[in-house]
């Protein structure tokens, strides 16, 4: 079997968080223009973060199942006030994804999805995804307030219970 990589065309769109320049697959590495904008791939994940003081989240998103489809639908609809029906051909970021089960409903709808989690929550989400077939979800461990992308990189972006839990909340 192989280790998975990510998508080429998700990884086209990859910038280094410190100096946005454009990164290119090497391997098990994502590069830039220096030593500076290089990145491990884990497991097909791009990694631009360690879990630090988030390692006990990853930890909680990978042991338990929160995943519960109605529900999950019903919640995305009541905190968003977006439609499902609206998400189709949408390229959509979900901003702290833990365990990916609101990237899997916005998946499921028909949107391009990239889900990303400071933590290694990011493995509970993309087996989630994979479990349910969905291959339109590309996933990354970053921190979300320096993001891997360039500008405009979305039509959407969705935080679902996220923000309160970072070291610096107001920032």
């Not at 609206?86 to 391009?112: H, M, N, S, T, W």
Request: charged share 25%; aromatic share 8%.
């Amino acid at each position: 079997m192989s280790t998975p990589r990510p998508r080429d065309s998700f990884v086209a769109t990859l910038r280094s968080p410190e100096s946005q320049a454009t990164l290119r697959g090497d391997g098990d590495r994502l590069v830039g223009g220096s030593e500076n904008d290089a990145f491990s791939v884990v497991d097909g994940i791009p990694r631009f973060v360690q879990d630090q003081h988030l390692e006990s989240f990853g930890l909680q998103w990978n042991r338990y199942e929160v995943a519960h489809d109605d529900e999950d639908r019903a919640t995305w609809q009541a905190k968003t006030g977006v439609s499902l029906d609206e998400l189709p051909g949408l390229r959509v970021l979900d901003a702290g994804c833990g365990g990916g089960r609101y990237a899997k409903v916005v998946a499921a709808a028909g949107a391009d999805v990239v889900a990303v989690d400071h933590t290694r929550a990011v493995e509970k989400a993309a087996r989630l995804c994979d479990e349910a077939g969905l291959s339109n979800v590309d996933f990354a461990q970053a921190d979300l307030k320096k993001l891997p992308f360039g500008p405009e990189s979305f039509d959407l972006v969705f935080s679902l219970g996220v923000m309160h839990h970072d070291a610096d909340t107001r920032a």
